[in-house]
Nanobody, 128 residues
Framework: QVQPVESGGGLVQPGGSLRLSCSAS????????IGWFRQAPGKEREGEVV??????????NYADSVTGRFTISRDKPKNTVYLQMNNLRPEDTAVYYC???????????????????WGQGTQVTVSS
């Protein structure tokens, strides 16, 4: 079974950028959808994706709160999905989780209920 692994979190000042990575070894992500979710300090994990993508054809979807600032993409040879986060705000501070949904379908699902495999999370802190 696929097991996603996140990396790339860290501390950044407001207005800065970070790129998160989600990779999986041993299993091709071709027939999966990959979603990024987040959990802010003291809050439950958001039930809707921050961003998601169908790995096979690269069709993305974004939450309104990140549209225009975040970009999700995938690298097929590396079997990896990236979340490029620009113009970061303090309210983006959270643990970011990568998750997979199978099959990927024509559009990536927005709800966490559609995702079955989760990574361990990576911390993103936006602070001056």
């Amino acid at each position: 079974q696929v097991q996603p692994v996140e990396s790339g979190g860290g501390l950044v000042q407001p207005g800065g950028s970070l790129r998160l990575s989600c990779s999986a070894s041993g299993v091709s992500l071709d027939y999966y959808a990959i979603g990024w979710f987040r959990q802010a300090p003291g809050k439950e994990r958001e039930g809707e994706v921050v961003a998601c993508i169908t790995f096979n054809d690269g069709r993305p979807n974004y939450a309104d709160s990140v549209t225009g600032r975040f970009t999700i993409s995938r690298d097929k040879p590396k079997n990896t999905v990236y979340l490029q986060m620009n113009n970061l705000r303090p309210e983006d501070t959270a643990v970011y989780y990568c998750a997979t949904a199978f099959p990927g379908g024509r559009y990536c699902p927005s709800s966490e209920n559609e995702y079955s495999r989760w990574g361990q999370g990576t911390q993103v802190t936006v602070s001056s």
